[in-house]
């Protein structure tokens, strides 16, 4: 078998290479850093090309991504001028509601029961039953008003209902004391936050008309104006009728109650007249 003879230098060439690859392998990295600030201007050409081709993407992206947290001074700001009766409104009817509620868990209008243990003492005692009962609830504003309508009836059924009656329309007057303005602050805001929809349109419309080319930026802020505003007029509305509706119901419970206190002691008066006709 013959042998295969390589020359030497050929084998010399061969190591050289080799080596030679190696170096070039290790010593790439740190030619290419110190080639960047002569390559600057080529770099800076390419960022650039790259940055216009991704500066639709980024736009979009940004467009698209939601503002983190709006702020409440945000949204005030950007309802425009309706925001400050509607900020108005809403402190006016959070006060009348503290203070209505106060009142009403704080003063003792009528007992659970208080008529049918009147009933009771009326059969027990008749006219004098009732009177002592009542001298035994004397801290029930129901009491006042029947005790107050007796003082000036003078056995008569007909004064009795008409004492009542005066005493009762007092009480009543204090029960609804600020429930009008609720009422009508229920009524007006959403009105409010109607009209600053109205203007947020014309706004919008304003916008569209000054524009060169109409887009979603041009009307947004309008349509934003006018979102903001209804919302407002809601948000201050629905408390101050759902409180409305609650102290009504209070006022019209307490008034039936002293209808029904009073008409049993009204047959009373009339047992008790008639009891006197028959006596002459």
Known sequence: MSTI???????????????????????????QSQEAPSTGVAQEKSESTETATKAPEAAQEQV????????????????????????????IAMGIIFERMYFFFTTKLIAKGYNQDLQDAI???????????????????????????MAVSQNDPEIFSQGVEREAGEIITLLEKGLVVLAAVSTIAPLIGFLGTVSGMINAFDAI???????????????????????????????AMVFYQYLTSRVNAFTSEVEEAANKIYKEYLKKKATVKSGN
Do not use: C
Request: net charge neutral; glycine share 10%; hydrophobic share 50%.
């Open 123 to 149: 059969d027990t005692g008749g006219l004098a039953g009732a009177e002592k009962f009542l001298a035994d609830h004397s801290d029930q504003r129901i009491t006042e008003v029947l005790v107050n309508g």
């Open 64 to 91: 698209a991504a939601p503002k983190a947290k709006i702020g409440f001074v945000d949204l005030f700001v950007t309802g425009g001028w309706s925001m400050w009766p509607l900020l108005l409104s809403s402190i």
């Open 209 to 239: 008309a000054n524009a060169d080319q109409v887009n979603a930026k041009v009307v947004a802020g309008g349509i934003k104006e006018a979102l903001i505003t209804t919302a407002a007029g809601l948000i201050v509305a629905i408390p």
């Open 5 to 31: 003879r390589v020359p030497k230098l050929a084998i010399k060439l061969m190591t050289y290479s080799i080596i030679l690859s190696a170096g070039l392998y290790f010593i790439s990295p740190s030619l």
